[in-house]
């Protein structure tokens, strides 16, 4: 069972475990190589079979990116049993077979509803420690954010891979229309501007001025707001500062010709900017080849400046089921080398380090990239986390971006919808606490 602490003292404790690393090597305690800089912690070289299950096989494929031959090659004596998430292969398919996971990689924003909810949650701590693992090496709102994602505060999860967010502009447009092209460290003020004068239609043909997905720049906001109260079970949405994020985003879809649309749209060369993740840009430019575009920094909110969305972190997870955690943490530690780090991200993966060198070569071997502003990508720090919120209080799903498309296709006023919003996350915290 858990113990009820203070949440001031637990959140002060977070807060030291972080600044201190919680290893005493500082920044030398990797090399880089992924080899433990512990000399009392000596790797275990019995030949084993790890599981690793792949919950995000959309967002990474092991075996095409190299990183399957890198961990042949650094650790002989393990065989990876590698299982991709899909039909027949979901994580309750696994538990009902028997075949349950050493590892897991997943997004850290399902960490309670796939790897808690599922009983595999296993705190690293220890291991971070017996193995002077350097948590020094995230960039710290990285890590945060992974580990703020359950309410408990626990190290479950250490992030690997990252989707990373820019602007979006199709040359080709802005051309059309005569109009300067966007430019690195605009509001979103300046964005809505040039929205308004790209959004129109021309010769029969609808020109979008912006796209983007609403639910993930609610989810991932640059104000660092959640939906529900850290201390208590309600919902707090219907605020100032959720009312200056849809006031914001809703304003440019009131601009005549600048509907809501799917991001899928942009490949079809009639949408002027969009704010999305990188693999789908990438995914577009394969999409279409002859799309003549850039990439710019998002924008920043003036309430906010220089400050990017919250991570959108995918992270590696050790189950509590695993006969083989010190193997298993031994493999993590070294997919977060900046070996291995570096090696996806000439591929174009997004990093949770803070090295600078890694950055660099990001999509470096990507074709659909060569030539880009790839700079825009790591161009703000993120945003930090949410405040952790009480673990005894109730969680329920909250669909930030159906509340918002509702708002837009309703024409409702921001204050209603964000009224009615909370009354009913209100309603749904209330029915699941006399269900549990």
Known sequence: MVKKWNLAVVLLLLVTMLAAGCSSGGKDANDGTGTSANPTAKEITDPITLTFYNGQ?????????????ALKKRFPYITLNIINRGDKQDYKDLIAAGTLPDII??????MVSRIIENGFQYDMQELVKKYNFNLQQFETAVLQQTQFSNTEGKLYGLPFTMNRYALYYNKDL??????????????????????????????????????TTPNNMMLNNQLSLSPLDPKEDKA???????????????????????????????SKGNVAMALESHPIMINWAKVNPGMNWDVVSLPTLKEKPNIGLKPATLALFLTQNS????????????????????????????????SSAVKKVFGQDVPELKGKNTNAFYFYK????????????TNVNVDLGVAFTNMVNKKTDVNTALREFEDQINKNIETAKQTK
Do not use: C, H
């Not at 096989?57 to 031959?69: C, Q, S």
């Not at 993120?382 to 209080?393: C, G, I, N, T, V």
């Open 382 to 393: 993120d945003a930090p986390p949410s405040p952790l919120r009480d673990p005894k209080l």
């Open 323 to 354: 006969k083989y955690k010190d193997q298993a943490f031994q493999v993590v530690s070294y997919l977060l080398s900046e070996e291995v780090q570096s090696l996806l991200a000439k591929q174009g993966v997004g990093t949770p380090l803070a």
């Open 57 to 69: 096989p959309g967002a990474l494929n092991f075996d095409t990116l190299g990183i399957t031959e």
């Open 174 to 211: 802005f051309d059309k229309f005569a109009i300067d092209y966007p430019k690195d460290g605009m509001t979103w003020d300046d964005i809505y501007n040039l929205a308004v004068k790209t959004s129109r239609e021309d010769q029969g043909t609808t020109y979008i001025g912006f796209e």
């Open 105 to 110: 990689y997943e997004s850290a924003s399902f």
């Open 236 to 266: 707090t949405v219907n605020t100032d500062g959720w009312k200056t994020l849809f006031e914001n985003l809703k304003r440019f879809y009131e601009i005549p010709s600048n509907k809501m649309v799917a991001a899928s749209e942009v």
